[in-house]
Protein backbone atom coordinates (compact mmCIF):
# COMPACT_ATOMS: atom_id res chain seq x y z
CA UNK A 1 0.00 0.00 0.00
CA UNK A 2 1.73 3.79 -0.70
CA UNK A 3 2.64 5.96 1.69
CA UNK A 4 0.79 9.48 2.06
CA UNK A 5 4.48 11.12 0.56
CA UNK A 6 4.00 8.32 -2.68
CA UNK A 7 0.19 9.48 -2.62
CA UNK A 8 1.69 12.91 -2.93
CA UNK A 9 3.70 12.30 -6.09
CA UNK A 10 1.80 10.25 -7.93
CA UNK A 11 -1.22 12.66 -7.77
CA UNK A 12 0.76 15.29 -8.70
CA UNK A 13 2.70 13.50 -11.68
CA UNK A 14 -0.89 12.56 -12.78
CA UNK A 15 -2.28 16.30 -12.35
CA UNK A 16 1.12 17.31 -14.58
CA UNK A 17 0.35 14.92 -16.79
CA UNK A 18 -3.10 15.39 -17.75
CA UNK A 19 -3.28 19.11 -17.67
CA UNK A 20 0.59 19.98 -19.05
CA UNK A 21 -1.24 21.68 -21.87
CA UNK A 22 -3.13 23.68 -19.52
CA UNK A 23 -0.31 24.85 -17.72
CA UNK A 24 2.74 25.58 -20.22
CA UNK A 25 1.76 29.49 -20.30
CA UNK A 26 1.42 31.78 -17.60
CA UNK A 27 -2.23 30.96 -15.18
CA UNK A 28 -3.83 33.82 -16.39
CA UNK A 29 -4.70 36.87 -13.92
CA UNK A 30 -8.08 37.05 -14.78
CA UNK A 31 -10.19 35.46 -11.49
CA UNK A 32 -12.80 33.96 -14.38
CA UNK A 33 -9.96 32.84 -16.00
CA UNK A 34 -8.16 31.11 -12.94
CA UNK A 35 -11.30 29.46 -12.23
CA UNK A 36 -11.79 28.19 -16.05
CA UNK A 37 -8.00 26.05 -15.17
CA UNK A 38 -9.68 24.38 -11.93
CA UNK A 39 -12.65 23.87 -13.54
CA UNK A 40 -10.18 21.66 -15.67
CA UNK A 41 -8.61 20.21 -12.55
CA UNK A 42 -12.42 19.25 -11.95
CA UNK A 43 -12.95 17.54 -14.91
CA UNK A 44 -9.75 15.36 -15.52
CA UNK A 45 -10.98 13.59 -12.09
CA UNK A 46 -13.86 11.87 -13.62
CA UNK A 47 -11.49 10.76 -16.60
CA UNK A 48 -8.87 9.55 -14.24
CA UNK A 49 -8.10 5.48 -14.23
CA UNK A 50 -4.49 5.31 -12.60
CA UNK A 51 -5.05 7.04 -9.46
CA UNK A 52 -6.37 5.48 -5.81
CA UNK A 53 -9.81 6.90 -4.66
CA UNK A 54 -7.62 8.58 -1.67
CA UNK A 55 -5.60 10.50 -4.53
CA UNK A 56 -8.35 11.63 -6.36
CA UNK A 57 -9.47 12.59 -3.06
CA UNK A 58 -6.49 14.89 -2.68
CA UNK A 59 -6.76 16.03 -6.43
CA UNK A 60 -10.17 17.39 -5.67
CA UNK A 61 -10.09 18.80 -2.39
CA UNK A 62 -6.98 20.78 -3.74
CA UNK A 63 -8.80 22.45 -6.85
CA UNK A 64 -11.48 23.06 -3.92
CA UNK A 65 -9.18 25.13 -2.19
CA UNK A 66 -7.88 27.50 -4.80
CA UNK A 67 -11.44 27.45 -6.12
CA UNK A 68 -12.86 28.85 -2.74
CA UNK A 69 -9.92 31.50 -3.11
CA UNK A 70 -11.43 32.79 -6.98
CA UNK A 71 -14.93 32.58 -5.79
CA UNK A 72 -14.63 35.02 -2.82
CA UNK A 73 -12.66 37.44 -4.96
CA UNK A 74 -15.42 37.08 -7.70
CA UNK A 75 -18.34 37.34 -5.26
CA UNK A 76 -16.64 40.40 -4.05
CA UNK A 77 -16.96 42.00 -7.45
CA UNK A 78 -20.35 40.45 -8.39
CA UNK A 79 -21.58 42.29 -4.85
CA UNK A 80 -20.03 45.41 -5.23
CA UNK A 81 -21.89 45.85 -9.05
CA UNK A 82 -24.06 48.16 -10.08
CA UNK A 83 -27.58 47.93 -8.10
CA UNK A 84 -29.90 49.66 -10.65
CA UNK A 85 -28.16 47.45 -13.92
CA UNK A 86 -26.40 44.26 -13.85
CA UNK A 87 -22.99 44.87 -15.41
CA UNK A 88 -21.13 42.51 -18.10
CA UNK A 89 -18.76 41.73 -15.31
CA UNK A 90 -21.12 41.05 -12.98
CA UNK A 91 -22.96 38.29 -15.36
CA UNK A 92 -19.46 37.07 -15.93
CA UNK A 93 -18.76 36.55 -12.55
CA UNK A 94 -21.86 34.82 -11.81
CA UNK A 95 -21.56 32.30 -14.78
CA UNK A 96 -17.85 31.50 -14.19
CA UNK A 97 -18.99 30.64 -10.27
CA UNK A 98 -22.02 28.82 -11.27
CA UNK A 99 -20.30 26.72 -13.65
CA UNK A 100 -17.27 26.03 -11.40
CA UNK A 101 -19.62 24.72 -8.30
CA UNK A 102 -21.45 22.46 -10.81
CA UNK A 103 -18.33 20.88 -11.64
CA UNK A 104 -17.37 20.84 -7.86
CA UNK A 105 -20.18 19.45 -6.56
CA UNK A 106 -20.28 16.56 -9.35
CA UNK A 107 -16.61 15.78 -8.22
CA UNK A 108 -17.28 14.94 -4.88
CA UNK A 109 -20.37 13.28 -5.91
CA UNK A 110 -18.75 11.36 -8.55
CA UNK A 111 -15.97 10.30 -5.19
CA UNK A 112 -19.01 9.05 -2.98
CA UNK A 113 -20.05 6.51 -6.06
CA UNK A 114 -16.62 5.56 -6.17
CA UNK A 115 -16.50 4.73 -2.57
CA UNK A 116 -20.03 2.74 -2.71
CA UNK A 117 -19.42 0.98 -6.11
CA UNK A 118 -15.89 -0.17 -3.93
CA UNK A 119 -13.80 1.52 -6.50
CA UNK A 120 -9.92 0.96 -6.43
CA UNK A 121 -8.29 2.16 -3.09
CA UNK A 122 -12.16 2.33 -1.18
CA UNK A 123 -10.34 0.74 1.63
CA UNK A 124 -7.90 3.26 2.54
CA UNK A 125 -10.42 6.39 2.33
CA UNK A 126 -11.52 5.62 6.27
CA UNK A 127 -12.51 8.62 7.77
CA UNK A 128 -11.90 10.93 4.73
CA UNK A 129 -15.77 9.71 3.46
CA UNK A 130 -17.73 12.08 6.01
CA UNK A 131 -15.76 14.91 5.08
CA UNK A 132 -16.12 14.13 1.19
CA UNK A 133 -20.07 14.14 1.94
CA UNK A 134 -20.05 17.25 3.71
CA UNK A 135 -18.07 19.13 1.30
CA UNK A 136 -20.76 17.36 -1.44
CA UNK A 137 -23.59 19.27 0.78
CA UNK A 138 -21.68 22.05 1.29
CA UNK A 139 -21.16 22.55 -2.37
CA UNK A 140 -24.78 21.89 -3.03
CA UNK A 141 -26.00 24.59 -0.79
CA UNK A 142 -23.41 27.11 -2.92
CA UNK A 143 -24.92 26.85 -5.99
CA UNK A 144 -28.62 26.97 -3.98
CA UNK A 145 -26.99 30.28 -2.92
CA UNK A 146 -25.86 31.75 -6.11
CA UNK A 147 -29.32 30.39 -8.05
CA UNK A 148 -30.92 32.97 -5.62
CA UNK A 149 -28.23 35.68 -6.26
CA UNK A 150 -29.86 36.47 -9.60
CA UNK A 151 -33.50 34.84 -8.53
CA UNK A 152 -32.99 31.45 -10.71
CA UNK A 153 -35.19 28.86 -9.10
CA UNK A 154 -33.44 26.10 -7.38
CA UNK A 155 -33.21 23.11 -10.07
CA UNK A 156 -34.76 20.00 -9.10
CA UNK A 157 -31.70 18.01 -9.54
CA UNK A 158 -30.33 19.32 -5.86
CA UNK A 159 -33.44 17.62 -4.28
CA UNK A 160 -32.22 14.50 -5.63
CA UNK A 161 -28.72 14.88 -4.66
CA UNK A 162 -29.27 16.16 -1.15
CA UNK A 163 -31.86 13.06 -0.55
CA UNK A 164 -29.82 10.38 -1.70
CA UNK A 165 -26.71 11.67 0.12
CA UNK A 166 -28.69 11.76 3.65
CA UNK A 167 -29.95 9.01 2.97
CA UNK A 168 -26.51 7.24 2.50
CA UNK A 169 -26.02 9.03 5.93
CA UNK A 170 -28.79 7.71 7.67
CA UNK A 171 -27.56 4.16 6.61
CA UNK A 172 -24.05 4.23 7.81
CA UNK A 173 -25.25 6.42 10.29
CA UNK A 174 -22.73 9.57 10.28
CA UNK A 175 -25.53 12.31 10.56
CA UNK A 176 -23.41 13.55 13.99
CA UNK A 177 -20.30 12.81 12.44
CA UNK A 178 -17.82 15.55 13.11
CA UNK A 179 -15.98 16.44 10.31
CA UNK A 180 -13.28 19.81 9.13
CA UNK A 181 -15.25 21.54 6.33
CA UNK A 182 -12.12 23.92 4.97
CA UNK A 183 -11.27 25.46 8.33
CA UNK A 184 -14.93 25.01 10.02
CA UNK A 185 -15.71 22.45 12.68
CA UNK A 186 -19.07 20.96 11.47
CA UNK A 187 -21.31 17.91 10.99
CA UNK A 188 -22.86 16.14 8.38
CA UNK A 189 -26.38 17.28 9.69
CA UNK A 190 -25.52 19.99 9.99
CA UNK A 191 -24.24 20.81 6.20
CA UNK A 192 -27.54 19.06 5.22
CA UNK A 193 -29.80 21.24 7.14
CA UNK A 194 -28.29 24.44 5.75
CA UNK A 195 -29.41 24.63 2.31
CA UNK A 196 -32.90 23.53 3.23
CA UNK A 197 -32.99 26.17 5.70
CA UNK A 198 -31.64 28.43 2.92
CA UNK A 199 -34.06 27.06 1.09
CA UNK A 200 -37.49 27.89 3.21
CA UNK A 201 -36.08 31.59 4.57
CA UNK A 202 -37.78 33.44 1.45
CA UNK A 203 -34.36 34.75 -0.07
CA UNK A 204 -35.52 35.56 -3.40
CA UNK A 205 -37.45 38.74 -1.80
CA UNK A 206 -34.03 40.47 -0.43
CA UNK A 207 -31.36 42.18 -2.32
CA UNK A 208 -27.93 40.09 -3.37
CA UNK A 209 -26.03 41.76 -0.42
CA UNK A 210 -28.84 40.58 1.92
CA UNK A 211 -28.82 36.73 0.37
CA UNK A 212 -24.82 37.13 1.24
CA UNK A 213 -25.72 38.22 4.58
CA UNK A 214 -28.97 35.54 5.43
CA UNK A 215 -26.50 32.62 4.01
CA UNK A 216 -24.22 33.26 6.39
CA UNK A 217 -26.39 33.66 9.18
CA UNK A 218 -27.80 30.25 8.02
CA UNK A 219 -24.00 29.21 8.45
CA UNK A 220 -23.51 30.41 12.24
CA UNK A 221 -26.54 28.83 13.82
CA UNK A 222 -27.11 25.61 11.40
CA UNK A 223 -25.88 23.98 14.83
CA UNK A 224 -29.28 24.44 16.43
CA UNK A 225 -31.50 22.77 13.41
CA UNK A 226 -33.08 19.49 13.61
CA UNK A 227 -33.82 16.54 11.58
CA UNK A 228 -36.46 13.64 12.18
CA UNK A 229 -38.39 10.99 10.99
CA UNK A 230 -41.75 12.64 12.44
CA UNK A 231 -43.41 15.25 12.97
CA UNK A 232 -41.27 17.07 16.56
CA UNK A 233 -41.60 20.68 17.97
CA UNK A 234 -39.68 23.55 16.38
CA UNK A 235 -39.79 21.42 12.78
CA UNK A 236 -42.26 23.00 10.64
CA UNK A 237 -40.97 21.73 6.73
CA UNK A 238 -40.82 18.36 5.47
CA UNK A 239 -39.25 17.12 2.21
CA UNK A 240 -39.53 13.42 1.00
CA UNK A 241 -36.17 11.76 0.59
CA UNK A 242 -37.34 8.44 -1.29
CA UNK A 243 -39.30 10.84 -3.84
CA UNK A 244 -36.85 13.71 -4.09
CA UNK A 245 -39.01 16.38 -3.43
CA UNK A 246 -38.47 20.07 -2.64
CA UNK A 247 -39.04 20.95 0.68
CA UNK A 248 -42.48 22.47 1.92
CA UNK A 249 -44.01 23.58 5.12
CA UNK A 250 -45.50 21.04 6.71
CA UNK A 251 -49.43 20.60 7.31
CA UNK A 252 -50.63 19.36 10.15
CA UNK A 253 -52.71 16.28 9.02
CA UNK A 254 -50.64 16.08 6.08
CA UNK A 255 -49.59 12.16 4.98
CA UNK A 256 -46.18 11.36 6.68
CA UNK A 257 -44.60 8.78 4.39
CA UNK A 258 -41.87 6.33 4.88
CA UNK A 259 -39.35 8.88 3.43
CA UNK A 260 -40.59 11.60 4.69
CA UNK A 261 -38.17 13.98 6.85
CA UNK A 262 -38.87 17.11 9.11
CA UNK A 263 -36.67 19.81 9.52
CA UNK A 264 -36.60 23.29 10.84
CA UNK A 265 -35.02 26.04 12.95
CA UNK A 266 -35.46 24.62 16.29
CA UNK A 267 -33.93 26.89 19.18
CA UNK A 268 -32.07 29.20 16.54
CA UNK A 269 -35.21 30.99 16.88
CA UNK A 270 -34.30 32.19 20.09
CA UNK A 271 -30.71 31.73 19.10
CA UNK A 272 -31.36 34.84 16.11
CA UNK A 273 -33.55 36.91 18.53
CA UNK A 274 -30.25 37.14 20.80
CA UNK A 275 -27.99 37.84 17.50
CA UNK A 276 -29.87 41.25 16.96
CA UNK A 277 -30.27 42.32 20.46
CA UNK A 278 -26.37 41.50 20.87
CA UNK A 279 -25.54 43.37 17.47
CA UNK A 280 -28.00 46.33 18.69
CA UNK A 281 -26.18 46.56 22.23
CA UNK A 282 -22.43 46.24 20.64
CA UNK A 283 -21.56 43.07 22.82
CA UNK A 284 -21.17 41.04 19.56
CA UNK A 285 -18.48 41.05 16.85
CA UNK A 286 -19.33 40.58 13.10
CA UNK A 287 -15.95 38.12 13.44
CA UNK A 288 -18.06 36.20 15.87
CA UNK A 289 -20.70 35.60 13.12
CA UNK A 290 -18.26 34.92 10.24
CA UNK A 291 -19.71 38.62 8.65
CA UNK A 292 -16.54 40.45 8.80
CA UNK A 293 -16.64 42.81 5.51
CA UNK A 294 -20.63 44.14 6.15
CA UNK A 295 -20.33 47.79 7.44
CA UNK A 296 -24.44 47.55 8.01
CA UNK A 297 -25.40 46.33 11.35
CA UNK A 298 -28.59 47.71 11.00
CA UNK A 299 -29.15 45.23 7.60
CA UNK A 300 -28.04 42.73 9.90
CA UNK A 301 -30.71 42.97 11.69
CA UNK A 302 -33.24 43.75 9.40
CA UNK A 303 -32.22 39.92 7.60
CA UNK A 304 -32.37 38.11 11.44
CA UNK A 305 -35.92 39.80 11.26
CA UNK A 306 -36.75 38.54 8.06
CA UNK A 307 -35.13 35.19 8.95
CA UNK A 308 -37.13 35.11 12.34
CA UNK A 309 -40.39 35.77 10.23
CA UNK A 310 -40.24 32.67 8.13
CA UNK A 311 -38.73 30.43 10.37
CA UNK A 312 -41.97 31.22 12.89
CA UNK A 313 -43.89 28.40 13.57
CA UNK A 314 -46.91 30.03 11.82
CA UNK A 315 -46.28 31.00 7.86
CA UNK A 316 -45.90 34.70 7.41
CA UNK A 317 -49.37 35.63 5.80
CA UNK A 318 -50.50 38.41 2.95
CA UNK A 319 -51.78 41.20 4.49
CA UNK A 320 -54.44 40.87 1.36
CA UNK A 321 -54.74 37.28 -0.06
CA UNK A 322 -54.11 38.50 -4.07
CA UNK A 323 -56.64 36.94 -6.81
CA UNK A 324 -55.42 35.18 -10.00
CA UNK A 325 -56.25 38.07 -13.09
CA UNK A 326 -54.56 38.63 -15.95
CA UNK A 327 -54.90 42.09 -17.51
CA UNK A 328 -51.68 44.44 -18.88
CA UNK A 329 -50.21 47.47 -17.26
CA UNK A 330 -48.38 50.23 -18.20
CA UNK A 331 -44.79 50.50 -16.19
CA UNK A 332 -42.37 52.83 -15.69
CA UNK A 333 -38.75 52.32 -13.29
CA UNK A 334 -37.65 54.91 -11.05
CA UNK A 335 -38.39 58.19 -8.72
CA UNK A 336 -38.14 60.62 -11.39
CA UNK A 337 -39.86 58.45 -14.46
CA UNK A 338 -42.95 57.88 -12.15
CA UNK A 339 -42.83 61.36 -11.24
CA UNK A 340 -42.75 63.19 -14.70
CA UNK A 341 -45.75 60.51 -15.53
CA UNK A 342 -48.23 61.59 -12.93
CA UNK A 343 -47.28 65.22 -13.26
CA UNK A 344 -48.46 64.60 -17.31
CA UNK A 345 -44.94 66.30 -17.79
CA UNK A 346 -43.63 63.72 -20.70
CA UNK A 347 -43.76 65.55 -23.59
CA UNK A 348 -43.66 62.79 -26.14
CA UNK A 349 -46.69 60.41 -27.32
CA UNK A 350 -47.55 58.08 -24.89
CA UNK A 351 -48.17 55.65 -27.13
CA UNK A 352 -44.21 55.93 -28.10
CA UNK A 353 -42.96 56.72 -24.80
CA UNK A 354 -40.06 54.35 -24.96
CA UNK A 355 -39.93 53.94 -20.96
CA UNK A 356 -43.02 53.03 -20.59
CA UNK A 357 -42.92 49.08 -20.28
CA UNK A 358 -46.12 46.85 -20.53
CA UNK A 359 -46.54 43.70 -18.06
CA UNK A 360 -48.73 41.11 -17.55
CA UNK A 361 -50.68 40.76 -13.82
CA UNK A 362 -50.93 37.66 -12.91
CA UNK A 363 -52.81 38.51 -9.39
CA UNK A 364 -53.54 40.99 -8.03
CA UNK A 365 -55.07 42.87 -4.27
CA UNK A 366 -55.47 45.92 -3.16
CA UNK A 367 -51.87 45.53 -1.63
CA UNK A 368 -50.01 44.62 -5.05
CA UNK A 369 -49.62 42.95 -8.06
CA UNK A 370 -47.48 39.83 -8.95
CA UNK A 371 -46.46 40.17 -12.46
CA UNK A 372 -44.72 38.50 -15.24
CA UNK A 373 -41.95 40.07 -17.37
CA UNK A 374 -39.93 39.22 -20.47
CA UNK A 375 -36.59 37.46 -19.25
CA UNK A 376 -34.74 40.58 -21.56
CA UNK A 377 -36.91 43.14 -19.53
CA UNK A 378 -36.37 41.30 -15.95
CA UNK A 379 -32.80 40.81 -16.26
CA UNK A 380 -32.51 45.05 -15.42
CA UNK A 381 -35.07 45.08 -12.67
CA UNK A 382 -33.64 44.32 -8.46
CA UNK A 383 -35.44 44.07 -5.14
CA UNK A 384 -36.27 47.29 -3.99
CA UNK A 385 -36.73 49.20 -7.05
CA UNK A 386 -39.47 51.69 -7.64
CA UNK A 387 -42.04 51.46 -9.86
CA UNK A 388 -45.03 53.38 -11.53
CA UNK A 389 -47.94 50.95 -12.56
CA UNK A 390 -50.62 52.65 -14.58
CA UNK A 391 -53.77 49.85 -15.10
CA UNK A 392 -54.95 50.22 -18.74
CA UNK A 393 -57.95 52.19 -19.15
CA UNK A 394 -56.84 54.23 -16.36
CA UNK A 395 -55.59 57.51 -16.25
CA UNK A 396 -54.31 57.22 -12.09
CA UNK A 397 -50.46 56.30 -11.62
CA UNK A 398 -50.12 53.74 -8.49
CA UNK A 399 -46.50 53.45 -6.99
CA UNK A 400 -45.01 50.67 -5.42
CA UNK A 401 -41.57 48.19 -4.69
CA UNK A 402 -40.60 45.31 -6.28
CA UNK A 403 -40.31 43.36 -3.02
CA UNK A 404 -39.64 39.88 -4.96
CA UNK A 405 -38.32 38.52 -8.20
CA UNK A 406 -37.90 35.38 -9.17
CA UNK A 407 -37.24 33.71 -12.61
CA UNK A 408 -39.55 30.94 -13.76
CA UNK A 409 -38.22 29.67 -16.66
CA UNK A 410 -35.78 31.24 -19.76
CA UNK A 411 -38.79 33.03 -21.12
CA UNK A 412 -39.90 35.52 -18.48
CA UNK A 413 -39.46 36.57 -14.34
CA UNK A 414 -42.19 36.94 -11.66
CA UNK A 415 -42.25 39.96 -10.01
CA UNK A 416 -44.02 40.93 -6.83
CA UNK A 417 -44.85 44.48 -6.32
CA UNK A 418 -46.18 45.90 -3.07
CA UNK A 419 -47.80 49.19 -3.80
CA UNK A 420 -47.67 52.27 -1.55
CA UNK A 421 -50.84 53.25 -2.81
CA UNK A 422 -53.09 53.73 -6.09
CA UNK A 423 -53.83 57.57 -7.65
CA UNK A 424 -50.48 59.32 -6.13
CA UNK A 425 -50.98 63.18 -6.18
CA UNK A 426 -47.58 65.50 -6.81
CA UNK A 427 -47.15 68.33 -4.44
CA UNK A 428 -44.49 70.96 -4.21
CA UNK A 429 -41.93 71.44 -1.43
CA UNK A 430 -40.25 74.70 -0.68
CA UNK A 431 -38.01 76.28 2.17
CA UNK A 432 -40.38 78.22 4.70
CA UNK A 433 -41.50 82.16 4.50
CA UNK A 434 -41.42 81.96 0.73
CA UNK A 435 -37.66 79.98 0.69
CA UNK A 436 -36.26 78.56 -2.09
CA UNK A 437 -38.32 75.00 -3.63
CA UNK A 438 -36.55 71.91 -2.39
CA UNK A 439 -38.23 69.74 -5.09
CA UNK A 440 -41.32 67.63 -5.95
CA UNK A 441 -42.78 64.85 -4.33
CA UNK A 442 -46.03 62.47 -4.30
CA UNK A 443 -48.37 62.48 -1.81
CA UNK A 444 -49.42 58.83 -0.32
CA UNK A 445 -53.40 58.17 -1.42
CA UNK A 446 -53.81 56.06 1.90
CA UNK A 447 -52.54 59.43 3.72
CA UNK A 448 -54.59 61.65 1.35
CA UNK A 449 -57.37 63.53 2.43
CA UNK A 450 -58.68 62.70 5.96
CA UNK A 451 -55.23 62.40 6.76
CA UNK A 452 -54.14 66.28 6.29
CA UNK A 453 -57.03 67.20 8.88
CA UNK A 454 -55.73 64.54 11.10
CA UNK A 455 -52.21 66.04 11.10
CA UNK A 456 -50.67 63.31 9.64
CA UNK A 457 -49.11 62.51 5.67
CA UNK A 458 -46.57 60.48 4.42
CA UNK A 459 -44.41 61.57 1.56
CA UNK A 460 -42.61 59.65 -1.43
CA UNK A 461 -39.82 61.76 -2.39
CA UNK A 462 -36.65 62.11 -4.05
CA UNK A 463 -33.60 60.54 -2.13
CA UNK A 464 -31.94 62.94 0.29
CA UNK A 465 -34.92 65.47 0.75
CA UNK A 466 -36.30 64.36 4.29
CA UNK A 467 -34.04 65.73 7.09
CA UNK A 468 -34.92 65.17 10.65
CA UNK A 469 -34.33 68.65 11.64
CA UNK A 470 -36.03 70.02 8.48
CA UNK A 471 -39.15 71.34 8.08
CA UNK A 472 -40.90 72.36 4.55
CA UNK A 473 -43.90 73.99 3.23
CA UNK A 474 -46.24 71.76 1.18
CA UNK A 475 -48.50 72.96 -1.99
CA UNK A 476 -51.30 70.63 -2.02
CA UNK A 477 -55.02 71.28 -3.52
CA UNK A 478 -54.11 75.41 -4.01
CA UNK A 479 -53.37 75.25 -0.07
CA UNK A 480 -49.79 75.33 1.39
CA UNK A 481 -49.07 73.31 4.76
CA UNK A 482 -46.13 73.67 6.91
CA UNK A 483 -44.88 70.10 7.49
CA UNK A 484 -42.71 68.93 10.46
CA UNK A 485 -40.24 65.97 9.50
CA UNK A 486 -41.45 62.49 12.07
CA UNK A 487 -39.86 59.75 10.91
CA UNK A 488 -37.75 57.75 7.01
CA UNK A 489 -40.11 54.78 7.00
CA UNK A 490 -38.10 53.61 3.98
CA UNK A 491 -35.22 54.51 1.60
CA UNK A 492 -34.17 52.82 -2.00
CA UNK A 493 -32.36 53.61 -4.75
CA UNK A 494 -33.01 57.18 -5.34
CA UNK A 495 -36.09 57.75 -2.88
CA UNK A 496 -36.96 57.73 0.32
CA UNK A 497 -40.71 57.69 2.57
CA UNK A 498 -41.07 60.17 5.00
CA UNK A 499 -43.65 60.78 7.72
CA UNK A 500 -44.10 64.28 8.16
CA UNK A 501 -46.65 66.13 10.86
CA UNK A 502 -48.77 69.49 10.12
CA UNK A 503 -47.94 72.08 11.70
CA UNK A 504 -48.85 75.63 12.60
CA UNK A 505 -46.92 78.94 12.14
CA UNK A 506 -46.21 79.41 15.79
CA UNK A 507 -44.67 75.69 16.16
CA UNK A 508 -42.45 76.34 13.13
CA UNK A 509 -41.00 79.54 14.60
CA UNK A 510 -38.48 78.26 16.83
CA UNK A 511 -37.23 75.14 14.92
Request: proline content about 4%.
Amino acid sequence: MPNAQQRSNTTSRVMNDTQEAAFSAPLPVDATEQLAEVMIQLDAVRRERRLRLIELIDMVEAADWRGAELVNELQGRFLAGDKEKESDEQVRAWEAVSSYLVRLQAAYIFLVRLYQTYSRGWAEVGDRLPVVIARALRATALRMKWMRMRYRPIEPSLWKTLSQLWSYVEDKDLARARVLVYDERSTIQREFTKPLMFAMSAVDSLPPAEIDIAYRLIAHVAGRFEVYRYPAQGCFYVMDIDQWTEPVRYRLGSIVRLGSRFFGPADAIADIETISAELAAGSISLADLNLQGVADIELIIDVLAHLGRHWSAKRPERREQRQAVYSPVSVVLGYTATLERVEGKYAGDAANDTKIERWGVANESEAGYGALVPTKRGEKLHIGQLVGVQPVGSRMWAVGIIRRLLIQDSAQHYVGIELFGRGVQPVTLGEHSGGKMVGTGLLLPSHMGDSLAQGEITLLLPKGVFAPEKSLEMAVYETVYSIVPSMVLETGDGFEIGRYRIGDRSELAGI
